[in-house]
């Protein structure tokens, strides 16, 4: 919408319109001009005048014929008009009532009045506008696939939009009167990642981005919703204008993808390693009936099975469109022999487990090929940040309430900077700098462990060993 208030001033004699010009020119109006009827029509069609001044007395088309047609166009028909007669007779106010005239303006005409007039009516016309044009705002969020809160002091919800009543589930005006946290609790959303919640409801600029994450369960997949806080159209102090977006397609499709690329460069690497025999074999001049061949013979016969074994745990992965379609849950009685085997593929000399008791015979609500990737993913961090890229890893589960259970993993690496603690879990951000000087992959694998947590219900914690040096990743996750 334009600054300025524009006039357009109708009037065949030049004494007219430079009468009006000289009034009205102090008051800071756009002023445009026409000599005639269709010059008229022209210039209000093209300017969409906020006001049009119009002469009744003119040659060929009269102030009245020129109102009938302003009237009749659909874009200006809105147009405020203010007809300037010398004529005072009841007739003629009765004329211009009929074709639309808004205000009479008797000439010779006080200035006061005048400008009195024209003020209120632009005021009013612009209020017109702006209420027109927050209407059709209002359709159009309500329309969105995006859902729009406006909060008061980030908790008091004062208006949702379809969108945001639908993801949210404030399907009630009762809902509504609950406040947002308070809602969203009860909706079962977990606020991720905390260190990016802690200062609400600051917009999160430069920071990690804030996400709201339903987990998923028998009948739903796991919803995630990435909240910003926009700056917001009204003046009223400790209002916010919080915006939702569904990025659960978005995490899902990333999820799957470095899920698969993990399984692929994990299993594949040891039984292709196996095959390298039969290079050896074919390379040099050794007797294939000698002791040396047949072992070589061996590995690669095994590591050949292996390899067909892991690709077809491949294409099994594939077939199932995500991890959480496997077997929904992960016997802790069955750590052990999964810890052994990742141990021995990463060639990792030293983990330990310590299991509580009073959970040895219980069940995570957690995948076993979600498990897989995460212990995986844990090692060879472990390994890649070491000095000497041998750790001493040790794992301990225990109770963390009725509901939770613990899974703590600690190294004796290099600890991480504690400024640069809080940012481990975003997507590409790359700590591997701080222990080798260096840029390596992708920068995911943390942010893919803390999606699959959160997706599942759980809490992520990343923090620096007190007792020595290395890190401790901790992931609360539900029991079944």
Same mark, same amino acid.
């Given at each position: 919408?334009?600054?300025?208030?524009?006039?357009?001033?109708?009037?065949?004699?030049?004494?007219?319109?430079?009468?009006?010009?000289?009034?009205?020119?102090?008051?800071?109006?756009?002023?445009?001009?026409?000599?005639?009827?269709?010059?008229?029509?022209?210039?209000?069609?093209?300017?969409?005048?906020?006001?049009?001044?119009?002469?009744?007395?003119?040659?060929?088309?009269?102030?009245?014929?020129?109102?009938?047609?302003?009237?009749?166009?659909?874009?200006?028909?809105?147009?405020?008009?203010?007809?300037?007669?010398?004529?005072?007779?009841?007739?003629?106010?009765?004329?211009?009532?009929?074709?639309?005239?808004?205000?009479?303006?008797?000439?010779?005409?006080?200035?006061?009045?005048?400008?009195?007039?024209?003020?209120?009516?632009?005021?009013?016309?612009?209020?017109?506008?702006?209420?027109?044009?927050?209407?059709?705002?209002?359709?159009?969020?309500?329309?969105?696939?995006?859902?729009?809160?406006?909060?008061?002091?980030?908790?008091?919800?004062?208006?949702?939009?379809?969108?945001?009543?639908?993801?949210?589930?404030?399907?009630?005006?009762?809902?509504?009167?609950?406040?947002?946290?308070?809602?969203?609790?009860?909706?079962?959303?977990?606020?991720?990642?905390?260190?990016?919640?802690?200062?609400?409801?600051?917009?999160?600029?430069?920071?990690?981005?804030?996400?709201?994450?339903?987990?998923?369960?028998?009948?739903?997949?796991?919803?995630?919703?990435?909240?910003? /806080? @926009?700056?917001?159209?009204?003046?009223?102090?400790?209002? $916010?204008?919080? *915006? +939702?977006? =569904?990025? !659960?397609?978005?995490?899902?499709?990333?999820?799957?993808?470095?899920?698969?690329?993990?399984?692929?460069?994990?299993?594949?690497?040891?039984?292709?390693?196996?095959?390298?025999?039969?290079?050896?074999?074919?390379?040099?001049?050794?007797?294939?009936?000698?002791?040396?061949?047949?072992?070589?013979?061996?590995?690669?016969?095994?590591?050949?099975?292996?390899?067909?074994?892991?690709?077809?745990? /491949? @294409?099994?992965?594939?077939?199932?469109?995500?991890?959480? $379609?496997?077997? *929904? +849950?992960? =016997?802790? !009685?069955?750590?052990?022999?999964?810890?052994?085997?990742?141990?021995?593929?990463?060639?990792?000399?030293?983990?330990?487990?310590?299991?509580?008791?009073?959970?040895?015979?219980?069940?995570?609500?957690?995948?076993?090929?979600?498990?897989?990737?995460?212990?995986?993913?844990?090692?060879?961090?472990?390994?890649?940040?070491?000095?000497?890229?041998?750790?001493?890893?040790?794992?301990?589960?225990?109770?963390?309430?009725?509901?939770?259970?613990?899974?703590?993993?600690?190294?004796?690496?290099?600890?991480?900077?504690?400024?640069?603690?809080?940012?481990?879990?975003?997507?590409?951000?790359?700590?591997?700098?701080?222990?080798?000087?260096?840029?390596?992959?992708?920068?995911?694998?943390?942010?893919?462990?803390?999606?699959?947590?959160?997706?599942?219900?759980?809490?992520?914690?990343?923090?620096?060993?007190?007792?020595?040096?290395?890190?401790?990743?901790?992931?609360?996750?539900?029991?079944?």
């Amino acid at each position: 919408m334009r600054q300025k208030n524009c006039l357009l001033i109708v009037d065949d004699d030049e004494r007219g319109r430079d009468a009006l010009s000289i009034l009205l020119a102090p008051e800071d109006y756009q002023l445009a001009f026409a000599t005639n009827g269709l010059e008229a029509l022209t210039q209000a069609t093209e300017l969409m005048p906020d006001l049009i001044l119009l002469d009744v007395m003119m040659p060929e088309m009269d102030g009245f014929e020129v109102c009938q047609h302003v009237r009749a166009h659909a874009k200006l028909a809105d147009v405020p008009i203010i007809m300037l007669t010398a004529i005072t007779d009841r007739e003629t106010r009765l004329r211009g009532i009929e074709v639309g005239a808004d205000d009479f303006i008797t000439k010779p005409f006080d200035k006061v009045e005048l400008l009195a007039r024209v003020r209120t009516i632009t005021r009013l016309n612009r209020y017109r506008r702006i209420l027109a044009e927050r209407v059709r705002f209002d359709w159009a969020v309500e329309q969105s696939n995006e859902g729009y809160l406006l909060l008061q002091n980030g908790d008091i919800i004062q208006h949702a939009n379809s969108a945001a009543r639908y993801y949210l589930g404030l399907l009630s005006e009762g809902a509504l009167q609950e406040g947002f946290f308070q809602h969203i609790e009860n909706q079962n959303f977990k606020r991720e990642p905390t260190d990016a919640w802690e200062n609400w409801p600051t917009p999160n600029v430069g920071s990690s981005p804030r996400y709201l994450v339903r987990p998923e369960t028998n009948q739903s997949l796991s919803l995630w919703l990435q909240v910003n /806080i @926009l700056e917001s159209p009204s003046d009223e102090q400790g209002e $916010q204008l919080v *915006h +939702l977006c =569904n990025v !659960s397609e978005q995490m899902n499709l990333q999820q799957q993808m470095w899920t698969f690329q993990t399984l692929v460069s994990h299993k594949l690497r040891a039984p292709l390693n196996g095959l390298v025999g039969l290079q050896i074999l074919e390379e040099t001049q050794i007797n294939l009936d000698s002791t040396q061949a047949r072992s070589l013979l061996k590995i690669a016969r095994s590591s050949a099975k292996r390899l067909q074994d892991q690709i077809l745990d /491949i @294409l099994q992965y594939v077939d199932s469109s995500k991890l959480s $379609q496997h077997e *929904h +849950l992960f =016997n802790l !009685s069955q750590l052990s022999t999964l810890i052994i085997e990742i141990k021995a593929e990463l060639e990792i000399e030293m983990i330990t487990l310590r299991l509580a008791d009073n959970i040895v015979d219980k069940a995570i609500a957690f995948s076993p090929q979600g498990l897989e990737l995460v212990l995986r993913e844990s090692f060879s961090n472990a390994k890649k940040f070491h000095p000497q890229h041998s750790p001493i890893i040790e794992v301990s589960v225990i109770s963390e309430n009725t509901k939770m259970v613990r899974l703590s993993i600690s190294d004796n690496g290099q600890s991480i900077p504690t400024h640069e603690l809080p940012k481990v879990w975003t997507p590409y951000y790359q700590s591997e700098k701080y222990f080798t000087g260096e840029v390596q992959g992708m920068g995911l694998g943390l942010a893919m462990i803390a999606r699959l947590v959160w997706s599942s219900g759980g809490r992520c914690h990343l923090y620096n060993r007190e007792d020595k040096s290395g890190v401790t990743m901790a992931l609360i996750l539900p029991f079944v």
